[in-house]
């Protein structure tokens, strides 16, 4: 069953193409890839994320308070109107992350979203997290803003499934057609041959990895998808009023 509930710090890195062999060498050691991961294969995730009419969501993110939230839906590969997705709350509180998400048909989803949160229940769903959704949707009245989508490598440490460390790359997103089942095509967000690393654990990282990020020079930052995808799309709408003032 897929894991529906996750509580724990996410901390972000960049690394260089040059870097990834050295580190993807070192991790190999003491982790084991995601069962899609095998030789080192990539698998693609898309996200739709909601919010208002006036991104209040987003520009509420960026402020950097001690409590945010998002609401997004999420698929691996590119699913059917039919197929099963995952409609998730993420929710960042003095830095741990709690992540809530339950399985839904991807037409269910977007109905459920236009319908305010609500939707006839089915036994495959999580009740308990469908009723949080329900009450964050009721809240605001959410559109479909923007589609991001990456490609992904995973793994987990050996013998403690809760390290997880997780490097995204072709990093992309699109403001038009954001639908899951047209495609994870779109712009790139970040320069050619960078990944996003992210370590993901509840508990202190292990010494081989402090060592790792030491010794490559691997400094831990601060890194949105959503976040950097708005300011770019803020700056870009400022520039076509320059350009046309």
């Not at 402020?63 to 699913?79: D, F, N, T």
């Amino acid at each position: 069953m897929a894991k529906e509930v996750f509580n724990r710090f996410e901390k972000k890195y960049f690394v260089t193409e040059e870097q990834m062999p050295r580190v993807l060498e070192e991790i190999e050691k003491h982790m084991t890839p995601d069962k899609n991961n095998i030789n080192r294969k990539l698998y693609s995730i898309s996200n739709i994320y909601f919010d208002t009419a006036d991104d209040y969501l987003i520009r509420k993110s960026l402020s950097k308070p001690v409590y945010k939230e998002k609401i997004r839906l999420r698929a691996y590969g590119v699913p059917e109107k039919e197929d099963i997705v995952f409609l998730e709350i993420k929710k960042k509180v003095d830095g741990l992350v709690n992540k809530r998400r339950t399985k839904m048909a991807l037409e269910d989803a977007f109905r459920f979203i236009e319908n305010g949160g609500k939707i006839a229940v089915e036994d495959y769903m999580n009740p308990q997290v469908l009723k949080e959704l329900s009450y964050m949707v009721g809240q605001y009245k959410l559109y479909p803003k923007v589609l991001i989508a990456y490609d992904r490598m995973a793994y987990f440490e050996k013998g403690n499934k809760d390290l997880r460390i997780s490097f995204d790359t072709n990093i992309r997103s699109r403001r038009d057609n954001v639908r899951l089942e047209a495609g994870n095509y779109g712009t790139p967000l970040l320069q050619p041959g960078l990944w996003l690393m992210e370590i993901k654990t509840s508990k202190a990282m292990p010494l081989w990895l402090t060592n790792l990020l030491a010794r490559e020079q691997i400094r831990k930052m601060s890194f949105s998808k959503y976040g950097t995808e708005f300011k770019n799309f803020i700056n870009s709408r400022e520039d076509r009023r320059v350009i046309y003032a």
